[in-house]
């Protein structure tokens, strides 16, 4: 791929053996980054000075006087303490975007070295409503497999459910007293919470139902063929409904991606073993534990972690600490992303360190918490539904979609209704999963309506209409977009040499994005390059002006055109031709 290298790395190449002349030994970093001042600025002089004992203005000046960047910059200029700013010829911008509009990766080179990576996501809980914390988990999740595999990893999706545990007793039993017809009705429509509450409220009220489920949890934990048999169907039919969501959604999760917590219950016993031959089980107050160095309560004691109960029974460590090793060993699986609400945080953090104690969890593999904050009402409370209750997603969605129909009806009256209602779609849904991928993942934000899906600002609907609104430009062209990939460019105006930096940096944020799995890094980018974009389209001609510049003007719009969708799908959001 070193043929669509970024004017970073290009620089960086050209310096390197400038800096081991110098530095007089081969990997002395030029330290080269983009600038507010200049197009880059080159920053190793301090440091080598620095090392050398020498003045790093002093430094800086011999790098100049290489001459090394004289056919790349029309400017290069010594700064402040001894930074040097970098000012690229037109001409070296248009090549390497010129070669960009051939890739049809858009610069962004593939992983040199693939992984296999387990993204844990999702993971709603069966006979629940999905929550807006599954919403955060399900969208983050899906970008992360979209941005992986595009890197070129080896991406399995793990979708972690909630079917197993005591609560089953009483959800089979609640199911066979129904009788499966009505409870599938209700399943099947997404009143999980309905079915789920009801189940409660017998078990509250009758001791007799409660014996039932007791019984019925016995008889679940023995895997008697019956009682398995009714809770599959249970766990089938909220899987039925989670499948919904997902394809309204357009996530990538099907049922092949299903890995309850059921599937770590038979691991668990070596899983056990294994912790008790590494001589790290302890006994505390009657139960079996880990203790790993670090972890306290609010009391400044050690915490531990507990993998079998006094009572004998295996915990949600347990299943995980299998879950660990079934994905390293089974899958051989080197990087383990879960996708999980911030409240989590130490659960986790206790099971990777108890992992790595027992030489599970080993370099180059590593275990990563993908964080979350919570998702606010106006009140800056956890957001809830009129009536109090938290917002079934699927209402959620619902409201979205009817919300972007009415402000499409009013942007864009002359659309025919089926047409409408899939760009009401496009818009309700993109708008959902931008606006929580926007945010920074770790923090909090306000869910709000208008915001999302106004047309102006950092929001998914912005973004869609900036690309159709360029696709229509080929339209009135008459441009077929594969011919466009392969015209010249030429830099003349401020606008146009902005837009060129801002795609030449794409790779970049790709990878700063990945590296640092924060969707809304790559977020604010495509808002900056429609921005750029609708400047530029403001100054310049592309249509009335006479070529070479307006075959030019096509193709940066072309490239931006592709980098807005390629970005959106990356982030699972659609960004059709015409809206
Ligand atoms: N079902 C759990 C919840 O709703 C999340 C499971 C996450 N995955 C895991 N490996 N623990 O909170």
């Known amino acids: 791929m070193a043929d669509v290298a970024n004017p970073l790395s290009i620089v960086s190449d050209l310096l390197a053996p400038v800096f ?29 000075a620095k090392q050398m004992g020498t003045n790093p203005r002093e430094v800086a000046q011999r790098v100049v006087d290489s001459g090394v960047l004289a056919d790349v910059c029309s400017e290069v200029e010594i700064a402040g303490p001894g930074f040097i700013n970098l000012t690229f010829t037109d001409t070296f911008l248009a090549a390497q975007l010129q070669s960009v509009a051939l890739d049809d990766r858009l610069g962004c080179p ?38 992986h595999e595009f890197a070129g990893h080896r991406v399995i999706r793990e979708n972690h459910i909630g079917d197993w545990g005591r609560p089953f007793g009483m959800l089979i039993e609640h199911l066979l007293d129904l009788g499966e017809d009505v409870a599938a009705e209700g399943l099947g429509q997404g009143d999980l919470d309905g ?70 219950q038979p691991l668990m016993e070596g899983a056990y073993e294994r912790l008790g031959k590494a001589g790290l089980l302890e006994e505390n107050d009657g139960a079996q534990v880990v203790f790993a160095p670090g972890f306290t309560n609010r009391d400044n004691e050690p915490l531990p972690l507990i993998v079998r109960s006094s009572a004998g029974a295996f915990m949600y460590a347990t299943s995980d600490l299998a879950c660990v090793l079934d994905r390293i060993e089974r899958l051989h699986a080197d990087l383990l992303l879960y996708v999980i609400g911030a409240p989590q945080a ?28 919570s998702v606010l009402g106006d009140d800056r409370k956890m957001l809830r539904s009129r ?7 699927s209402d959620l969605l619902d409201e979205a979609v009817e919300r972007a129909a009415a402000a499409v009806a009013e942007k864009n ?21 931008y606006a929580d991928l926007s945010n920074d993942r770790i923090k909090d934000y306000v869910f709000d309506w208008d915001r999302m899906l106004a047309f102006e600002g950092n929001t998914a609907p912005y973004l869609q209409y900036a690309h159709a609104r360029i696709c229509s430009i080929f339209r009135r062209a008459g441009a077929d977009r594969i011919d466009l990939h ?66 030019s003007r096509l193709a940066l719009c072309d490239v931006t055109a592709r980098t807005l969708e390629q970005g959106l799908g990356l982030l699972g959001i659609d960004a059709p031709e015409a809206m």
């Open 413 to 433: 009256p002359e659309l025919d209704a089926d047409t409408r209602a899939e760009v009401a779609r496009t818009i309700g849904i993109g708008a959902v999963k």
């Open 486 to 551: 392969g015209l010249a460019i030429v830099l003349g105006q401020p606008q146009e040499r902005e837009l060129a930096k801002r795609l030449l940096a794409y790779p970049t944020v790709v990878a700063e994005t990945l590296a640092a799995y924060a969707p809304h890094k790559l977020c604010t980018y495509l808002f900056e390059l429609a921005q750029d974009f609708s400047t530029f389209y403001e100054h310049c001609q592309v249509m009335q002006a006479d070529e070479p510049v307006r075959s």
């Open 110 to 147: 593939p992983a040199s070295t693939p992984r296999t990576v387990v993204v844990d996501y999702s993971a709603p809980n069966v006979a629940k409503e999905m929550h807006v914390g599954h919403l955060r988990s399900t969208v983050i999740g899906d970008a992360l497999v979209r941005l």
């Open 20 to 48: 081991a002349d110098i530095a007089g030994r081969p990997d002395a970093d030029p330290v080269v980054r983009p600038s507010d001042r200049a197009d880059a600025q080159v920053n190793g002089a301090l440091p080598l």
């Open 195 to 264: 079915f789920y509450k009801a189940a409660n409220a017998k078990f509250n009220e009758s001791t007799e139902f409660q014996e039932r489920a007791r019984d019925r949890v016995v008889l679940l934990q023995a895997r008697d063929p019956e009682t398995i048999e009714i809770w599959q169907r249970l766990v089938d039919m909220s899987n039925t409904y989670f499948q919904g969501v997902y394809s309204r959604l357009g996530v990538l999760l099907t049922d092949d991606d299903l890995a309850g917590e059921s599937g770590y």
């Open 387 to 393: 009536s109090g209750d938290s917002v079934k997603l």
């Open 346 to 373: 130490q659960h986790l953090q206790m099971v990777f360190t108890v992992a790595e104690m027992a030489g599970w969890l080993r370099p180059p593999a590593e275990a990563v918490h993908i964080a979350f904050g």
